[in-house]
Structures are given as C-alpha cells and as structure tokens.
C-alpha cells in the first residue's frame, strides 16, 4: 500500500518559485504515471502535470512554460517546480497516480499548501 507525503509549500510572492516534493512510501511507484493535483477554494480538484514512468511530461494549459515535473525513481519522490507563479496558482497541492480522468490509484495525501501573494 503506498502513503504519499507531499511538501514544499508556502508563501511566495508572484513571480517567485516553489519546489513541490512528493515522498512515496510502502511500495515502488517507479512504474506508475504520477500527477500533480492541485484544489483551490470551492474549486474541483485538478491535475496540472502528469509524468508518465518513461519520463514523458504533460501539462494543463495554465501552467505550461511555468511548471516543471520531474521524477527520481531511485527515491521514489516526484517533484513539481513552480516558476513564475501568480496568485491564480494558490491551492493544495497533492500527488497521485492517474488511473482515468477521474480516479487515481492511491489514497490520497495531506497535500501542501501553496499561498501567492500579489
């Protein structure tokens, strides 16, 4: 069973960067597609960056150019790079496994919170 624990958030200005880590534990997710969620306030849950396990990347089209993911199979962590972010990016931030549009593998994490001042 895999626990993901996301961290790294905070409070930045706009314009300013954040370094998202999400630590998996319990099992190998090296061969699991792993995803960047993000919930704003009386907003859905949505998936902004996805990394497939042979390392190819997508994005949603309000953080392409700005977010980077990335993977480190041998700690079985993912990461998101946020550059230049504006306060539209201000949100929970969770990882997790997709397995359809909708669902995803694993339970989810706390998340972390990721605050952008104006």
């Known amino acids: 069973q895999v626990q993901l624990v996301e961290s790294g958030g905070g409070l930045v200005q706009a314009g300013g960067s954040l370094r998202l880590s999400c630590a998996a534990s319990?099992?190998?997710?090296?061969?699991?597609?792993m995803g960047w969620y993000r919930q704003a306030p009386g907003k859905q849950r949505e998936l902004v960056a996805k990394i497939t396990r042979g390392g190819s990347t997508t994005y949603v089209g309000s953080v392409k150019g700005r977010f980077a993911i990335s993977r480190d199979n041998a700690k079985n962590t993912v990461y998101l790079q946020m550059n230049s972010v504006t306060p539209e990016d201000t949100a929970v931030y969770y990882c997790n496994s997709p397995f359809s549009a909708t669902l995803v593998r694993f339970s989810w994490g706390q998340g972390t919170q990721v605050t952008v001042s104006s």
């Open positions: 319990g099992s190998s997710v090296n061969l699991n597609d």
